[in-house]
């Protein structure tokens, strides 16, 4: 009988205090393992689009890095086809231009500045390209910042590039643009995650640098360098942060979007006092 009344006492179900416990338990291991998954999917997302940011800004820097060195750039054996064309509109415009918050448009030789919503600083670049200089295409023509055909094939052309950022019409996102003259007027979107250019001038024999807007039409031949700034935008993943932009100032964000400045000093190979 003893035997019997043991064996009921071990088969006694929990109660209801015990369930409670486990179950109190249970969801703290739970919760913990969902906070950790969650801080770490976070870390990794930032981590991320740090990354991205970082690619997209030292890509930006070197791709119009290596065009303002080609400013004013001629080759020796190969003189760009047309000798008239070094006279008139061509002869007028120096090898480098730039605008302060605008895009620099405008055919042929004349050079103006369009304002830009984004605020993005536009630079424009001039030199002789041929198939040495520039990747040719199949023909053999002198190609642009988009990989687009100047003029004739096996001649060296006048090339001019132009570089800006601005919002993507299709995405919405901030885009670097390069608009050549192998099609005016049509520019394409390089480097995406781009939202302003920085871009400010040292003059020969000057002790500060100074904006597009501050350099006369008669002054851009005596351009010996250029600081270039590129501010690039996260992705809305984090909550508002502090960044410092190109202008050294310490900007909290109001979209949630971190943001990073890459800068970088060029000094120009081939600008001299006589433009292209």
Known sequence: MKHIQQLKQSRRGHTLLELLIAMMLGLVVIGGAVS????????????????????????????????????????????????????GAWAATPSLFGCSGARPVGAGGVPNCEPLASGSDGIAVRYVGDAVSTWPTASGQATDCLGQGVGASGAAELIVNRYYARLSASTGEPELYCEGNGRSGVGQPLVEGIERLRIR??????????????????????????????????APTRPRVRYVDCDGATVLAADRRARRAFARRIALRNNEAVPL
């Open 201 to 234: 001038y040292w003059l020969r024999g000057a002790t500060t640098s100074v904006d597009a807007n501050r350099v006369a039409a008669d002054q851009w031949s005596r351009v010996v360098a250029v600081d270039l700034c590129v501010l690039t935008r996260g």
């Open 36 to 87: 950790l998954y969650r801080s770490q999917r976070q870390a990794f997302a930032q981590a991320a689009d740090e990354a991205s940011m970082s690619d997209a800004g030292m890509t930006a820097l070197t791709l119009i890095g290596q065009q303002v060195h080609m400013a004013g750039f001629v080759s020796a054996d190969t003189p760009p086809r047309g000798a008239s064309e070094q006279t």
